[in-house]
């Protein structure tokens, strides 16, 4: 899929129907998956085998809409989530834990400002919050020895700001954290975080990926770029074996491309349970199908207000990524 263009990914991408099959994906409603064997279901349980046993886990639809996403995106792996929220909780929470820090861009969206600076501020994640266009001096500041990850969105909700993701990629790598990226406002259709320097990339599908108001949904994209094993001493939970999940050690066992969703999946979702429904990826993948049609049209759309209000008397400023 990698070598078609982004208009064909987006019908395509994630889902090659054989002979006979349905030409849309699937919608799996079911919870459970049989197995003939309690052997197998043991294999599947203990990650030797892969497959589905539970949907709180993995469901083939999400699946299918995931690898899409992840197609979008230039990722190696992806997984959906039940929202944005939970999404950005996973992908950061996924690397830091309590007593660890994370450097995060001032003008993220405020949900993701409050669950960064008072709900993960109360399970002992602590957040240092720098301006997007703070100087090199401030940004290198702002890191401490237990920084695990910069966060930041492409366009900021709402104040609409652009970051400079190679600038924050750069830093974040000298450093020997992973750079996570909300893509929400500007989607793969615009900019494609990993192109840039991410090393994960999280949506709000709710918004236009979804397109029509129709479902909440959440999810996150691993490049497969950024090397645990090379900063071992960082990333414990990448890097040492999970007790809770029979001594595996995700980096070794998936490589640099599958660990981290990997990790997100057999022990994010299986505890916090985030999961969406495969009625929601369904209606999302209807959405995805027509990404590349609906967001140059908004952003025509956009551009078009932006300029009527700026040249309006009532009207002090305006702020759209769009005006010259
Ligand atoms: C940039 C961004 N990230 C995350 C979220 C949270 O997503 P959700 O509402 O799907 O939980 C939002 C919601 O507005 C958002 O705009």
């Keep these: 899929m990698s070598e078609y263009r982004i208009e064909t990914k987006c019908v395509q991408g994630g889902y090659t129907p054989g002979n006979g099959e349905p030409r849309q994906i699937p919608i799996y409603q079911s919870t459970t998956f049989k197995y003939d064997t309690s052997e197998h279901m043991g294999q599947l349980f203990d990650l030797e085998a892969s497959g589905y046993f539970y949907s709180r886990l993995q469901n083939p639809t999400c699946d299918l809409v995931a690898a899409k996403i992840a197609a979008l995106e230039g990722g190696t792996a992806a997984m959906l989530t039940s929202s944005g929220q939970?999404?950005?909780f996973y992908a950061v929470f996924n690397v830091a834990n309590c007593g660890d820090h994370v450097v995060a861009s001032s003008t993220i969206y405020g949900g993701t400002f409050n669950l960064f600076s008072v709900t993960m501020k109360k399970m002992g994640i602590d957040f240092t919050f720098v301006a997007p266009d703070c100087t090199e001096e401030e940004l290198a500041a702002a890191f401490k020895p237990n920084t695990k990850a910069v966060f930041g969105e492409t366009i900021a909700n709402p104040a609409l700001s652009v970051l400079d993701i190679e600038r924050f990629a750069n830093a974040a790598h000298a450093h020997g954290v992973p750079l996570i990226i909300d893509n929400t406002f500007a989607?793969?259709?615009?900019?494609?975080?990993?192109?840039?320097?991410?090393?994960?990339v999280t949506h709000s599908?709710?918004?236009y990926m979804d397109g029509h108001g129709a479902a909440v949904g959440g999810c996150i994209v691993d490049s497969g770029n950024f090397d645990w094993l090379a900063h071992a001493d960082k990333f414990p939970g990448l890097c040492t074996p999970d007790d809770s999940y029979h001594g595996i050690t995700y980096a070794e066992k998936f490589g640099q491309g599958g660990a981290f969703i990997t990790k997100a999946t057999a022990q994010l979702m299986r505890d916090f349970g985030s999961t969406q429904s495969p009625q929601s990826a369904f209606l999302l993948n209807l959405g995805l199908e027509s990404?590349?049609?609906?967001?140059?049209?908004?952003?025509?759309?956009?551009?078009?207000?932006?300029?009527y209000l700026k040249n309006h008397d009532l009207i002090s400023y305006v702020i759209y990524p769009g005006l010259e």
């Excluded at 990404?291 to 551009?303: A, D, Q, W």
């Design 86 to 88: 939970a999404a950005n």
């Design 291 to 307: 990404l590349h049609v609906r967001i140059p049209r908004h952003c025509e759309n956009g551009l078009a207000v932006a300029k």
């Design 205 to 207: 599908t709710t918004k």
């Design 187 to 200: 989607t793969p259709i615009n900019c494609r975080p990993i192109e840039w320097g991410a090393d994960i």
